[in-house]
């Protein structure tokens, strides 16, 4: 009955199991309640990306965005690898040219320490272009002008900054020639209408808001920046590009006045790699959708398409993201469905075994009990030899005690067979044995029995001729 029982429940935990899996595998990679996006400043195109992108994911996903204004690319990462953001914008070569680069202010901060998590790619979105401005009536005419200037070179940690040196490099201009500005946005603008800042280096997407502030009011220029092809075969996160004439500005004076060769590097958005597969999927989905685009204003993206958008430079690929890249590639069962479960499987297997040898030990002890009835029944024969031994059939009294004796082997016998099955009884060698036992005792006490007849049968023949005479 008991074995039935545990049948009968492994049968329906087998039928219930996929839909157990089920449930565990939503329950534990549903996508989280809030992620957070860290961004840049408000006046970048980071910023007003990464609000595009926290409305398009409350809508569709119904996962809550915060965004996190942030200094730049650097700050950015930091916030990733700490775990203290989800997703995060970055400009490529950022983290190198900035290596080891430090004002005196940030040196005397006390080091951070970071929990540290492998970093993902998941898009590059569009090209930021290095644009040097100065006021319209500057004397600075050429990049190797900016000596002895005060030059905005972008925060420290941004992406501006990392530009801004290698670009420096390239004008052969040390920081001790000119008089760096570390300034954010605002204070570049607020600098340049009070006569303080003399030129600055924005590496921003050409729709940036702070560039249109600055180039539709006439005032101010772009430097053209000599000898690209140098500097993008030195400085690799570089490709050359053009800002097409009037781009910013196309009454008098026209900015630029004509197609203007510069440089630019990528904005990627990057994501942990323990940020949900699910989640990344969604988030890649939506950049790669036209709307996404086209509000935006992502030519290139739309252009680019595939190619574009995957040009990651050094960071490996979310496993969310390329499910959308590469949809033919996606894996039969989803590898964090399979990182997930896996704890489950084990445990269920486990239990599987536990249950396989609880079931084993039970039947030991079953046996061990019948065990312990043979044992029983051995005694009592035991006793019945003893017993048997003591009468050779030779007293009157002998036979009914010898049939008695007869009696209670046969009733012993019939106990014993009571208690096993035929299965048992053909593999159970003890029982054989004890049976055999029986057989021999019936044997020896019904051949006393026997002598105890024939002496009986004896003397009454021998009675027979004195009561004829």
């Not at 990679?29 to 007003?48: K, V």
């Not at 996404?292 to 995957?310: A, T």
């Not at 949809?327 to 489950?344: D, Q, R, Y």
């Not at 030899?385 to 046969?410: A, C, F, I, Y």
Request: glycine content about 6%; overall charge negative.
């Amino acid at each position: 009955m008991k074995r039935s029982v545990i049948k009968v429940l492994l049968v329906i935990l087998l039928i219930f199991l996929p839909v157990i899996l089920h449930q565990a595998y939503r329950w534990l990679t549903a996508l989280p309640d809030q992620i957070t996006i860290a961004a840049g400043h408000p006046e970048g195109r980071y910023y007003s990306m990464a609000l595009q992108l926290k409305d398009l994911l409350e809508q569709q996903l119904g996962t809550k965005v915060k965004v996190i204004q942030t200094k730049g690319s650097l700050e950015n990462l930091a916030l990733l690898r700490s775990g203290k953001a989800d997703l995060g914008f970055y400009q490529p070569g950022a983290e190198y040219v900035l290596q080891g680069f430090q004002t005196e202010q940030e040196k005397s901060k006390p080091p951070q320490q970071a929990v540290t998590d492998r970093i993902c790619f998941i898009a590059n979105l569009y090209s930021q272009v290095v644009h040097v401005i100065v006021p319209v009536n500057s004397e600075i005419i050429k990049l190797a002008d900016l000596k002895g200037h005060r030059i905005a070179l972008g925060e420290q940690g941004s992406g501006d900054l990392a530009a801004s040196l290698p670009l420096l490099r390239h004008a052969q201009i040390s920081l001790e020639e000119i008089t760096p500005a570390y300034l954010s946005y605002e204070e570049i603008e607020e600098q340049f209408d009070q006569n303080q800042l003399d030129a600055a280096i924005l590496t921003v997407g050409i729709e940036a808001p702070v560039l249109h502030e600055l180039l539709d009011t006439g005032k101010y220029r772009i430097l053209e920046i000599p000898y690209i092809e140098a500097l993008t075969r030195k400085e690799t996160h570089f490709d050359e590009y053009e800002i097409p004439a009037g781009m910013f500005r196309r009454a008098d004076p026209v900015v630029p006045p004509q197609d203007l060769p510069t440089v630019a590097c990528g904005a990627h958005l990057l994501a942990r790699e323990s940020v949900s597969d699910e989640l990344v999927s969604g988030v890649t989905a939506i950049i790669l959708h036209q709307d996404f685009s086209k509000q935006l204003q992502l030519n290139e993206l739309i252009e680019g398409g595939n190619s574009f958008v995957r040009d990651s430079q050094g960071f490996p690929l979310h496993v969310g993201a390329d499910h959308i890249y590469n949809p033919e590639l996606k894996p039969f069962l989803n590898s964090e469905f399979v990182e997930v479960t896996e704890g489950m499987r084990s445990f269920i297997v486990s239990m599987l075994i536990a249950t396989y040898l609880l079931w084993r030990q039970i039947q030991k002890r079953r046996e061990k009990a019948k065990e312990h009835k043979l044992d029983r029944y051995i005694r009592q024969l035991l006793a019945i030899e003893k017993k048997q031994m003591k009468l050779d059939g030779n007293n009157l009294s002998d036979g009914p005690d010898l049939q008695v004796l007869l009696d209670e082997v046969t009733i012993l016998r019939q106990e014993n067979l009571n208690q096993f099955s035929a299965h048992e009884l053909n593999e159970d060698r003890a029982t054989d044995a004890f049976l055999e036992m029986c057989h021999a005792l019936s044997d020896k006490i019904n051949a006393k029995l026997l002598g105890w007849k024939i002496d009986r049968l004896g003397e009454k023949i021998n009675k027979s001729p004195e009561s004829d005479s």
